[in-house]
């Protein structure tokens, strides 16, 4: 029997936040994870080590991110030891050159129309020592809004050597019933066809210790929802956001995801030391999981959930 | 016999000719020009009652005028004394169709029903595809009011009491190739009700419709879909917003109404709903678009439940199929 092939590994994931310090000081007081300091160009990047990689907090004015980077979670960059070479390896075009990313090491940008909207880096390894805390295991996910699935899958797996992991469909049909009810006619009751209202195709491929989750909307003929943060979330809301995201933007790095023991436990923790939270409890997500959101505003602008799952 | 006769419906619309084309020439409604104050205003006699059609600038009509449904008109052998022994105050009084006497009660002691009373007139009416107003619809905010007027002041019986309701249930489904499949239904939601009395005055009813929570808001863009229940509750939503209760539309009795919408649609006329859906009373009803009238008018097929036939025959056809 073969053995399994192993990812490739995720140095570090580079999230664009409104202020890096501020962020760097709520993932050590409020999360309890650790905190390194890289020297990046002329500046200083807080770098929280989770679970085998590292969440790099950039400030949006940062030259090193390239033209106006956008709130939230900017690139991805995978471990090489020689980064060049592992860009020609899996023949995909480059972005610029060669240069010094994060503690010097050298680095080199994929271009972006070539990875399905999303930004990638080569970079050589950072050296951080694993880190976990009781709030946070590891990155569980990365959410990618997609405009194709099966593109994600021949880009990722074949030329960057993510290793496939599950695939599975979310779908939210509603039917709506009718009821007339008369104190001299009959009861009439009856239901309308049931009606798609939100579909969409998720993708997960290892990448280091985490998955990317590629999020496809396959409810096309339906409008999308306008954004709201103010119910609980569910699978047509999702899919409204994935729709909305992909039209402004083009498809490309969405969220975060952080995997908890609790989410009941981490939502309420975080409700009382006053994050805003979308969900106030767990509810049901992909691959079996109770996910959670809590609002960017509290969260540097980036959109990120809990997950809670078990691991099969 | 209890409560009054309907004399005659009075109708409103910015385009009057197609509306007599509808009545007349597609439903076969007899058409009677009857005199008022000097000209002739058309009649169309259905039942034992009538529709007349208004410009919306006629004199006949006290202020406010807008296209639908302007009053309605109960038969009093002595309009003046039957309201004085209401208690009902007059606003108005008269000369109408055939040089009847009338009054005009205040629409503040109706409950913004436009009410007159008028000597009774005879309309002929004849066998058309529609064969009597089934009933006026209302947009009510306040059914207890509205009976204390009609039924505990005037004496028209309640013929039944309806509670219609729109829920909504979603299920989601998560079904991977590694995790298996996960379904996972949502506490079902109502999306809007209306609470009805049918008051019986002559051959037809009063339709009281209200919100049946005025906190649900109402949807935004109506008449382009097949309607529903979460329809009408925000058509009766929008028009209390707007004008306060009052009469809002009219609904003519067929025989046969999924052959009826389909025939109308193909002579041109623009229908919401081109085949019966369940209506109030165990009926089946179709709605005409008011688009067809220069808009604002609304009218409405039922098809009454018979011998409790309908649900058969939808079954029966879902079995074809």
């Not at chain 2, 005199?35 to 009649?43: I, T």
């Not at chain 2, 639908?68 to 004085?84: Q, R, S, Y």
Request: hydrophobic residues 40%; glycine residues 10%.
């Amino acid at each position: 029997m073969p053995t399994p092939r192993k990812a490739v590994d995720l140095a570090y994931l580079a999230l664009v936040v409104d202020d890096p310090q501020a962020s760097a000081e709520r993932f050590e007081k409020d999360f309890g994870l650790p905190r390194r300091e890289f020297k990046c160009g002329g500046s200083s990047v807080p770098l929280i080590p989770i679970g085998a990689t590292a969440l790099a907090l950039f400030a949006q004015t940062d030259p090193f991110l390239g033209p106006q980077p956008k709130k939230g979670v900017h690139h991805l960059a995978l471990c090489a030891t020689d980064p060049e070479s592992a860009a020609r390896a899996a023949g995909l075009p480059t972005a610029g050159n060669l240069s010094k990313g994060l503690g010097a090491r050298a680095q080199i940008s994929l271009a972006p129309a070539a990875t399905c909207g999303v930004r990638v880096r080569f970079t050589e390894p950072l050296g951080l020592a694993p880190a976990r805390s009781a709030l946070i295991e590891r990155i569980d996910h990365i959410g990618v809004a997609s405009a194709g699935n099966k593109d994600a899958r021949e880009v990722f797996i074949d030329r960057l050597g993510c290793v496939y992991e599950s695939q599975q469909t979310d779908s939210e049909v509603e039917t709506i019933s009718e009821n007339l009810t008369s104190d001299a006619h009959r009861y009439i009751f009856y239901t309308r066809p049931s009606r798609l209202v939100g579909s969409v195709r998720v993708t997960f491929l290892t990448v280091g210790d985490c998955e990317l989750e590629f999020l496809q909307d396959l409810t096309t003929d339906v409008s999308a929802d306008a954004a709201r943060h103010d119910a609980a979330g569910n699978t047509r809301g999702d899919r409204s956001a994935i729709a909305r995201f992909v039209a402004a933007r083009g498809a490309g790095l969405h969220h975060l995801a952080l995997k908890t023991p609790d989410i009941d436990t981490t939502l309420g923790r975080l409700g009382k030391a006053g994050y805003r939270l979308i969900d106030r409890v767990g509810r049901p997500g992909s691959r079996r999981a109770r996910i959670g959101f809590i609002h960017p505003a509290g969260f540097g602008g980036v959109l990120a959930h809990f997950v809670e799952r078990e691991e099969l | 016999m209890a409560g009054y006769a309907m004399s005659y419906v009075a109708l409103v619309a910015r385009n009057v000719a197609p509306v007599c084309r509808f009545l007349g020439d597609s439903l076969g409604l007899q058409r009677t020009d009857v005199p008022l104050q000097g000209r002739a205003v058309p009649f169309f006699g259905i039942g034992k009652s009538a529709v007349v059609v208004f410009e919306v600038d006629d004199p006949y009509l006290d202020e406010p005028r807008f296209p639908g449904v302007h009053h309605m008109a109960l038969a009093a052998a002595d309009p003046a004394a039957t309201a004085a022994r209401h208690a009902l105050p007059v606003s108005g009084s008269g000369t109408g169709p055939e040089g009847r006497r009338f009054v005009a009660i205040d629409p503040a002691a109706t409950v913004g029903i436009r009410t007159r009373f008028i000597e009774p007139l005879a309309i002929a009416a004849g066998n058309g595809l529609a064969y009597k107003i089934d009933h006026l619809g209302i947009a009510s905010n306040d059914n207890e009011a509205s009976v204390r007027v009609f039924t505990g002041n005037l004496g028209c019986p309640i013929e039944s009491t309806q509670t219609d309701v729109e829920i909504r249930g979603v299920t989601e489904s998560f079904i991977s190739d590694k995790y298996g499949a996960v379904y996972h239904a949502r506490a079902p939601q109502i999306l809007g009700g209306l609470r009805t009395v049918f008051i019986t005055v002559g051959d037809c009813e009063l339709e009281l419709l209200m919100d049946y929570d005025p906190s649900m808001k109402p949807k935004a863009q109506l008449g382009n879909e097949q309607g529903n229940t979460k329809g009408d509750q925000s058509a009766i939503a929008k028009f209390v917003a707007r004008r306060g209760p009052g009469l809002a539309h009219v609904a003519f009795a067929t025989r046969d109404i999924d052959a009826l919408l389909p025939r109308l649609s193909a002579e041109g006329w623009r229908m919401i709903d081109l085949a019966g859906r369940p209506g109030g009373r165990g009926s089946k009803i179709g709605f005409v678009h008011p688009s067809n009238f220069g808009g604002g008018l609304l009218l409405h097929f039922v098809e009454p439940e018979l011998d409790g036939g309908y649900i058969a025959s939808i079954s029966s056809k879902e079995e074809q199929t």
